[in-house]
């Protein structure tokens, strides 16, 4: 009876020892799953904020990056020429020594190179370079386009869905603007017409404007070889 009694002890304590390790186990693989759903969470946060990216940089024009790092240039620019300005010195003088020899030289070939006036095989291309020319002239305010941009979302670019109840508004100055441009280009085209003007001193060899038309055509393809013969028959003294 006393060798059993002995040995109940040893085991009660064996035993506690491998229920302690259990609970330490469980917890330990308990934590391991926290982790995991935590950084499932994060994964799942971080491709939803790429897709939303992604499907931004598809709403934009194909030249976005080019305008964006253009308008970057000017402000920088604008901000550079004001200090300048602020210490008394003359920023070209000033922007041209920080150019060296090699730099200024490629730009003088790529300027050499350059055709300003490529010209045009339909009236689509000269109607897009006048719209280039055009849009060349506009001066974007990037604070408003910032400002507009973080108010609307996801609404700032149209796509196939827009149904344009919450797109922006054009404000009055800007349509006052675009109406005084418009303006301005149809009175420059009054001032090119292509309109000829009647010449009351010319010969009248017509009887009507469509014989008048095809009278001119032929001067315009015969002329010259009948230019003799005309003054002949003036003169009279043709054969």
């Not at 964006?68 to 300005?85: G, M, T, Y």
């Not at 301005?184 to 469509?210: G, H, L, P, V």
């Not at 001067?219 to 043709?238: D, H, P, S, W």
Request: aromatic share 8%; proline share 1%; charged share 45%.
């Amino acid at each position: 009876m006393a060798s059993t009694s002995s040995d109940e002890p040893s085991t009660s304590g064996s035993s506690g020892k491998g229920g302690s390790g259990k609970a330490s186990s469980k917890f330990a693989r308990l934590n391991r799953l926290r982790d995991l759903e935590l950084k499932m969470n994060e994964a799942r946060k971080m491709n939803h904020a790429e897709v939303v990216a992604e499907d931004e940089r598809k709403k934009r024009p194909k030249n976005f990056d080019a305008k964006r790092k253009r308008v970057e240039w000017e402000q920088k620019d604008a901000e550079q020429r004001k200090e300048c300005e602020a210490r008394g010195e003359d920023y070209d003088r000033v922007k041209m020594l920080e150019i060296g020899a090699d730099e200024s030289e490629r730009w003088d070939r790529k300027k050499k190179k350059k055709n300003p006036d490529q010209g045009f095989a339909d009236y689509e291309q000269a109607t897009f370079r006048q719209y280039q020319q055009l849009t060349k002239q506009i001066k974007k305010d990037s604070q408003e386009y910032d400002r507009e941009k973080d108010k609307l979302g996801e609404d700032f670019y149209a796509s196939a869905n827009t149904l344009g109840l919450h797109q922006r508004k054009d404000s009055e100055d800007a349509i006052d603007r675009m109406v005084g441009d418009l303006e301005k280009q149809i009175e420059k085209r009054s001032k090119y017409s292509r309109r000829r003007t009647f010449d009351e001193e010319a010969d009248i060899d017509y009887i009507n404007e469509r014989n008048m038309k095809f009278n001119q055509k032929l001067e315009r393809f015969y002329g010259k070889y009948t230019a003799e013969i005309k003054q002949n028959l003036e003169r009279g003294t043709a054969v």
